[in-house]
């Protein structure tokens, strides 16, 4: 048994130890200043350089080219499924949202507030990663998600949308896998997963697809006044973005988002082994091809909500907690972002082979 908490949080999630050991010892006493970080002008020099450094190494870890911005926003993934539609979606145009789950559904919700909204939803069970659609030139932007935090779902696939602006919400995959960001017109991701801590937003856009917003877009979700004034038009959310530089620090110390990747797999790997060789006991809803990797949700015996009150209070006497399914679905979900390691991971499946033993 571990003798630390293991924090297994679909989010606000496991920060890295490394990072949070900084934070603390930076927290009274910023690089000499005297103050935290949390007590001085996001107009300062040791500010600016933070907002720099950060901007600097997210573009190093996605490799992002020089005609993309990268903005920090408030507002989390929800102040984005607003501020979406209204930088990109003319009232009289025409938006394509891929339905994958509760997050995408939120978003084509308050996008149709702006504009017209089709939805579409796809069928994982077919054997193609093409999705089906009717493509129509007049269409602003293709949106999705690419891992549904609530549903484990994670598409391995960018979808193919004929030339049409790709938008995607990676809130809760993003710096876990390598990607082609040429292949986005924007991606935006909260921070409270993958990132830093709840209340700021990486938003990264082509910058052909500035200078298109509403009239009625208010300034603090407006892409070209955030791009305009690098991300400080107003006050942002200083400390938590100053966590997220270190975070992106700290990725790229540990040799970046490939090796993320590949822990991510075999973490990932570990849980589904032992759910799909406990002969039913354990199950994920999820069809195979699109299973998330930071996310699992899984049943006991089917949904046995005794058991799986068990499962969840007996990991928790065990150090390993936030294990309760989204009050939605239900079950167990076992969130594995970056942060969560491997021996960690080895923790999780050891209690879940010993459960099983312990009720079969
Ligand atoms: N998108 C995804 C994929 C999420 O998981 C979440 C939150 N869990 C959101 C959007 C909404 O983010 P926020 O709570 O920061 O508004």
């Known amino acids: 048994m571990s003798s630390k908490i293991i924090n297994f949080?679909?989010?606000?999630?496991?920060?890295?130890?490394?990072?949070?050991?900084?934070?603390?010892?930076?927290?009274?006493?910023?690089?000499?200043?005297?103050?935290?970080?949390?007590?001085?002008?996001?107009?300062?020099?040791?500010?600016?350089?933070?907002?720099?450094d950060a901007q600097e190494n997210i573009r190093q870890l996605l490799n992002i080219p020089s005609d993309y911005t990268i903005l920090f926003m408030a507002g989390g993934g929800t102040g984005q499924f607003a501020a979406v539609?209204?930088?990109?979606?003319?009232?009289?145009?025409?938006?394509?949202?891929?339905?994958?789950?509760?997050?995408?559904?939120?978003a084509a919700k308050e996008a149709s507030k702006y504009g017209c909204v089709i939805e579409i939803k796809p069928d994982f069970k077919s054997s193609s990663n093409e999705i089906q659609w009717d493509h129509d030139e007049d269409v602003s932007y293709f949106y999705y998600c690419s891992n549904e935090t609530v549903h484990g779902i994670e598409l391995n696939f960018i979808?193919?949308?004929?030339?049409?602006?790709?938008?995607?919400?990676?809130?809760?995959?993003?710096?876990?896998?390598?990607?082609?960001?040429?292949?986005?017109?924007?991606?935006?991701?909260?921070?409270?997963?993958?990132?830093?801590?709840?209340?700021?937003?990486?938003?990264?856009?082509?910058?052909?697809?500035?200078?298109?917003?509403?009239?009625?877009?208010?300034?603090?979700?407006?892409?070209?006044?955030?791009?305009?004034?690098?991300?400080?038009?107003?006050?942002?959310?200083c400390f938590n973005l100053y966590v997220m530089a270190l975070v992106f620090q700290w990725?790229?110390?540990?040799?970046?988002?490939?090796?993320m990747e590949q822990r991510s797999n075999a973490k990932s790997q570990?849980?589904?082994?032992?759910?799909?060789?406990?002969?039913g006991f354990?199950?994920?809803?999820?069809?195979a091809s699109?299973?998330?990797?930071v996310n699992i949700p899984f049943r006991i015996q089917n949904g046995n909500e005794d058991l799986e009150k068990q499962?969840?209070?007996?990991?928790?006497?065990?150090?390993?907690?936030?294990?309760?399914?989204?009050?939605?679905?239900?079950?167990?979900?076992?969130?594995l972002y970056n942060a969560v390691t491997v021996d960690e991971v080895s923790l999780l499946t050891a209690f879940m082979k010993d459960f099983m033993k312990s009720k079969l």
């Not at 990725?251 to 090796?259: F, H, L, P, R, T």
């Not at 699109?290 to 990797?293: E, K, P, Q």
């Open 311 to 335: 499962f969840v209070d007996e990991a928790k006497r065990r150090n390993m907690i936030q294990l309760k399914g989204h009050r939605s679905v239900g079950g167990i979900r076992a969130s």
């Open 159 to 237: 979808p193919d949308t004929h030339g049409i602006p790709l938008v995607a919400d990676m809130s809760s995959n993003i710096l876990t896998k390598d990607f082609d960001i040429t292949k986005f017109a924007l991606v935006f991701a909260g921070a409270q997963k993958n990132i830093g801590p709840a209340g700021v937003t990486l938003v990264i856009i082509r910058n052909d697809l500035l200078g298109k917003q509403s009239v009625h877009c208010p300034s603090v979700l407006n892409y070209s006044v955030m791009a305009k004034e690098n991300s400080l038009h107003n006050t942002p959310p």
């Open 9 to 52: 949080s679909p989010g606000p999630s496991k920060l890295p130890e490394d990072v949070l050991l900084q934070v603390q010892r930076e927290l009274l006493d910023y690089h000499g200043t005297g103050i935290s970080v949390m007590e001085m002008s996001h107009r300062s020099p040791e500010f600016m350089k933070i907002v720099t």
């Open 270 to 279: 570990m849980v589904y082994e032992v759910i799909d060789h406990s002969s």
């Open 290 to 293: 699109v299973r998330s990797r």
């Open 85 to 106: 539609p209204l930088n990109l979606l003319p009232s009289t145009g025409k938006a394509v949202y891929l339905n994958t789950g509760t997050w995408s559904a939120k």
């Open 282 to 287: 354990y199950s994920c809803p999820v069809p």
């Open 251 to 259: 990725i790229s110390e540990q040799g970046g988002v490939k090796v």
